[in-house]
Each structure stands twice: as C-alpha cells, then as structure tokens.
C-alpha cells in the first residue's frame, strides 16, 4: 500500500482526525517545497518500514501528502494540490458569467490530476478520453451557471423577486450541482473500467467497478457541499451586510464579500475533504464476483482521490 494511503489510513478513521490532518496538509507553504525535497522525502517514507500499527509522525509526511499521487508516484503541479485550491479568486469570478469556464477548467484540472490512478485501458488512451470529458463538462456547466443570468437579461427580467432567485438564491445550487458533474464526467473511467482494490496488507486483489463507484460519489458530492457552501453562505452574510448597510461604497462591499469568501473556503475546504476517508473502504460483499471469490477479506481498500 502507498505510504500516503498508509499514512490516511493508520491517521484518518474518524472525521475530527481527518480534519485536523486536512488542516495540516494545506498549509499554503508546503507549495513552496522543491521537486527534490519532495522526492528525498517520499523516498525516506517508502524506506521507512513503518506499519500500519505504527503511526507516522514525522512532519515532512505532509509534504508527500499534499504533492504526490498515491497511485502513480508522480508530484501533482503546484496550481493543482489540495493546498493550491485555497484560492478565492475562481469562486469570486463565477458570478461572472463569463469567468465560470474559467472557474470549472481550474476544477476540472485539479479533478484530472488528484483522481484515482489505477484505471487500465487497452483500447484507447485514457488521459484522451478524460480530457476530451472535460472539455465537454467546462463546456456544459459554464453554460448552464450563465443561463439563468443570460434568461433574465434577454427577457429583461427585473423584478426584485427575480433577482433574488436569480442572483442571490439559485448560484449557490446551481455550483454546487455543476462541481458534482464535473467530477462525476471526468472521472467516470473510474466507475467504467473499476480501480485497484487492496487488503489491509495493501496486496492488490482485483479491479472493481463498484469500487471505482463509490470513490466517484463520494467525491462528486463533497465538492457539491464545497463549492455550494462556500458560495451561499457569503452571499447570504452580503444580502445582511447590504441591508444593515455596514459597507458604505461598492468597494466595500466587495472587499467584505472577498473576506467572506476567504474565510468560507478556508473552513469549508478541510471539511468536504474530510467527510470520506482518503482510503476508502469497501464490503467484500459489495464487490464483484470474481473479487469475492479470490480473498477471504472482509473489507478491502482504495484511493478515493480528491
């Protein structure tokens, strides 16, 4: 099993445990780590021999988490580790409409580069096909966030009931659904073709649809309770901020909304992640025939992804 799995695994059972962990891991000065120190870090994981009895604490077990795939040992870019996405910037945008590809490119890329890596496709190119995916998933969900805001203005729609649903009451959902489908769209190879699944010894046992499955849900839906949280409760607080008329310019007024945003992401984001175990577990009974049949294993693992 992979040292970060391990580490997930011995250190994340319980979501309180996760959370301070998430805390941990995206701290944004672990981007400031080279490639090397990374990789003589890994390395020193690796050839630690620590077991899954023994609890990793040594710091630096961060530096791996935050920046190396578990399932092909390879560093993720900066701009798409879990610490890079503390970035109010792409949720401040989307009430542009014109920004919102820009928005679901950035999470569509970090959805590329931090999903499950085990899938095995002969017959095409799998990265192709993902990418191809995601470029059809950009394309829809940026459509659809701009649609509500393109139908009251073509039909000039300007009641002030209108524009509470529109600006104020259908984003937040309406992101929240689109991030869902983005992850569920990019990563469907995953419940396709099925991921690796491994005992607790981190022996693999088999490739499992209904594995690849789970760990698509559970992802899909804590990015719709992310990007949905963080962007209706600033909006919310805003509508309070503007009625009690605390900000007195639109500047202000859109300062107070960048903190707010900041601030949501920063408690929000270590809280989607937290709501599954990175090493996702699974009934033996849940799996597949063939698996069942080729280990006595009650519960077998996975890499979940991001």
Request: charged share 20%; hydrophobic share 45%; aromatic share 12%.
């Amino acid at each position: 099993m992979d040292a970060n799995l391990r580490f997930w695994r011995a250190e994340g059972q319980s979501f309180f445990q996760r959370f301070l962990l998430w805390a941990d891991v995206l701290d944004p000065l672990l981007l400031l780590k080279s490639s090397d120190e990374i990789r003589r870090t890994r390395l020193l994981l690796q050839n630690s021999g620590k077991t899954l009895s023994e609890p990793i604490q040594n710091d630096q077990v961060f530096w791996s988490t935050s920046s190396v795939h578990p399932d092909t040992d390879k560093i993720i870019p900066v701009l798409f580790r879990p610490p890079g996405n503390l970035n109010p910037k792409f949720i401040f945008a989307y009430n542009l409409s014109f920004l919102q590809f820009v928005f679901h490119t950035y999470t569509t890329g970090f959805t590329l580069f931090n999903g499950n890596g085990t899938v095995k496709v002969e017959e095409y190119p799998l990265q192709q096909k993902q990418i191809f995916y995601g470029l059809g998933a950009i394309s829809y969900a940026a459509c659809i966030g701009a649609l509500p805001l393109l139908f009251m203005n073509r039909y000039t729609l300007k009641s002030s009931v209108t524009q509470l649903v529109v600006k104020k009451l259908l984003p937040a959902p309406l992101l929240g659904l689109m991030s869902a489908f983005t992850v569920a769209v990019v990563r469907s190879p995953e419940f396709e073709n099925g991921i690796e699944v491994m005992d607790r010894n981190g022996k693999v046992v088999g490739v499992s649809q209904k594995a690849g499955e789970k760990a698509v849900k559970e992802t899909a839906l804590s990015r719709a309770v992310l990007f949905g949280t963080t962007f209706f409760l600033p909006a919310l607080l805003t509508y309070f901020v503007e009625r009690a008329k605390f900000a007195k310019t639109p500047r202000a007024l859109a300062s107070v909304r960048m903190f707010m945003i900041t601030s949501v992401l920063a408690g929000m984001l270590p809280v989607s992640l937290s709501m599954f175990p990175q090493c996702g577990e699974i009934k033996r009974t849940d799996l597949e025939p063939e698996i069942l049949s080729s280990t006595e294993e009650t519960e077998l693992f996975y890499n979940r992804g991001i």
